[in-house]
């Protein structure tokens, strides 16, 4: 079997062992990871557009250790991917960035469910 088939958009119970079973905080972390993952996504585009190699890495590699935080599992391992990639590598490149943002919908309505459920 796969390992990455049973690597989880949130994996909630990784994340209460971490912080606790606080909603309230879950949710701040949440939204700090948030406004964060936009600041940071706008950068990795930029750094592929003006081909700056360790602009990219730099930012796909805060975004990886941030998605991991926060146990977005697939969200991280789709930055490690990113992290590894060549400036020059446009198919790579886009491939992964329509995965991350799909992934993000999914890692929003994972949290969202849970913190609703709560």
């Known amino acids: 079997m796969n390992v990455q088939n049973k690597r989880k958009h949130f994996n909630k119970l990784d994340l209460i062992q971490k912080v606790g079973d ?3 905080f879950i949710d701040y972390l949440y939204t700090t990871f948030s406004e964060g993952f ?4 706008d950068k990795i585009k930029k750094a592929f557009l003006i081909k ?19 146990c977005f599992e697939i ?3 789709l930055f490690f991917e990113l992290e590894k990639i060549d400036v020059n590598q ?3 490149f886009q491939k992964l960035i329509s995965k ?3 992934e993000r919908l999914l890692v929003n309505m994972a949290v969202k469910k849970f913190l609703e459920n709560a």
């Not at 936009?38 to 996504?41: K, L």
């Not at 700056?52 to 926060?70: E, F, P, T, V």
């Open 90 to 92: 446009n198919e790579v």
């Open 38 to 41: 936009g600041q940071y996504f």
């Open 22 to 24: 606080d909603k309230v």
């Open 100 to 102: 991350i943002e799909k």
């Open 75 to 77: 969200l991280g391992d």
């Open 52 to 70: 700056d190699q360790d602009m990219l890495k730099n930012n796909a590699h805060a975004l990886k250790g941030s998605a991991y935080s926060a």
